[in-house]
């Protein structure tokens, strides 16, 4: 009876470590929540292109709202003020530093400008504040990385800076070639205005923002914001900033990289990119239950892809035309995935090693693979040196990834244990017999 006893524990034991084993590998799928909303209000006078987005997302992400009479701009990522053509204290809300103090476009009039939109003066549609006039057009997105585009013809943008914040500029990105700068010139120059103009571009609907040769970084306390022009150039006067370009028209976009805000590092985040040591970003944010990603390519030929999600892992694509090593960088939201303490990051399926920071940043290997990652308030930041390229896979992990993979060995080793246990109790029972 005693032997019986003890198997029956034993079993009892075996059976609840099983199902604790399947509780773990059963997480729920993260994408399962989404933000829905008809918006038929939000989209009366727009063009059905605009209609059509926000319709086939079924979303309209982190709503705005403004206030026509005082010129409140308010939503959960971006603030500002706007009145009679002017924006001023222009503020990234989640660390309520005003990065832009005021800006303001003149241009020459253009009678198709935009065609794309059959609307003008101002308009909250979703998560977007557009402004368009005569001469200039304005969207500025309510999202993470408060992504937003400006185009002036024939003219010039002008941004005052708040006079707490650091400039960092280069006229030369040595991450953006050329042909690739040339590229971009052409389609600000000969597309933009006309009917067959890139939404993408305009409207920035894919959140992505490639940089230019023309690149200014502001650092405000902490805060970072980036500014690219495409088709123009600037000039710095104290804390004044011009951008223009009187032969055709302009475009200028600005991004807050959601992982480079209030750490310890970004300053030198953000001077490893002026150096071309840092060449792409990707951040990743849950808002209102759907998954959003925004990419910043700080050089023409690399290519970093969000590829999706499973449990504890984030997924991505990287390949570049150039064989040069490189580090990219990936911000994960705590909305995205459970910030754990941990970051382990797989590159072409093997662990990759970790270092420290210095030494990433200042790594030359042409063979190894090697990430470090920060600790922020909102998330974690992830830097992966690539040594080489062809294409390559990237998967981020919370958990250790050799630990969470053998949670299914778990279940069939305890069936089997339970199954030996059985059979040599039997074995006793018969031999007692």
């Known amino acids: ?17 099983s199902v604790a084993a399947i509780a773990v590998v059963d997480t729920g799928n993260p994408n399962a929540t989404a933000f829905g909303g008809s918006g038929k209000t939000q989209l ?10 926000f319709k086939n997302q079924h979303n309209y992400g982190a709503k705005l709202t403004y206030n026509s009479t005082s010129g409140n701009i308010t939503g959960k990522y971006l603030r500002a003020m706007f009145k009679n053509g ?6 990234y809300n989640l660390t309520s530093k005003v990065m832009i103090s005021s800006m303001y476009a003149n241009g020459s009039s253009i009678s198709s400008f935009p065609r794309s939109g059959s609307f003008s003066g101002a308009n909250i549609i979703g998560s977007m504040f557009i402004y368009r006039n005569s001469s200039s057009f304005f969207v500025m997105h309510n999202n993470p990385a408060i992504e937003s585009s ?19 500029n280069t006229t030369n990105n040595v991450q953006v070639n050329a042909s690739a700068e040339s590229n971009m010139n052409s389609q600000v120059n000969t597309s933009l205005f006309k009917s067959t103009s890139s939404n993408n571009m305009m409207f920035g609907f894919n959140h992505k923002i490639n940089a230019g040769r023309n690149m200014i970084i502001i650092d405000n306390n902490g805060t970072i914001m980036m500014l690219f022009i495409h088709n123009g150039n600037f000039t710095i006067h104290n804390h004044m900033i011009k951008i223009s370009n009187s032969k ?5 976009n600005f991004v807050v990289p959601p992982g480079m805000q209030n750490l310890s590092s970004n300053h030198t985040f953000a001077k490893n990119v002026i150096k071309g040591k840092i060449s792409s970003e990707i951040a990743l944010n849950r808002v209102n239950g ?7 390519n700080y050089n023409s030929s690399v290519f970093l892809k969000y590829t999706g999600n499973a449990s504890h892992e984030e997924m991505f694509d990287v390949n570049s035309s150039v064989n040069n090593h490189t580090i990219v960088t990936i911000f994960i939201g705590n909305t995205a995935m459970k910030d754990t303490g941990h970051i382990y990051l797989k ?10 920071e210095s030494t990433l940043l200042n790594e030359t290997s042409s063979t190894h693979a090697y990430y470090t990652y920060v600790n ?5 930041y992830v830097l992966l040196y690539i040594p080489h390229f062809s294409n390559h896979t990237v998967d981020v992990y919370n958990v250790n990834p050799v630990s969470s993979n053998s949670t299914d060995y778990y279940i069939i080793g305890g069936i089997i244990a339970a199954i030996a246990i059985i059979g040599v109790a039997a074995v006793l029972v018969r031999k007692r017999k």
């Open 1 to 17: 009876m005693k032997t019986k006893a003890v198997i029956a524990i034993i079993l009892v034991i075996v059976m609840v470590l």
């Open 44 to 53: 009366k006078g727009i063009n059905s292109t605009i209609g059509s987005h």
């Open 86 to 91: 002017v924006f001023t204290n222009v503020e």
């Open 150 to 168: 400006i185009f002036v013809n024939n003219g010039t943008l002008t941004l005052n800076i708040p006079v707490n914040a650091t400039i960092y």
């Open 248 to 252: 055709g028209p302009l475009m200028v």
């Open 290 to 296: 759907t998954m959003e990603n925004n990419t910043i």
């Open 347 to 356: 590159f072409d399926g093997k662990m990759a090693t970790y270092v420290n």
């Open 376 to 380: 922020g308030s909102s998330g974690m």
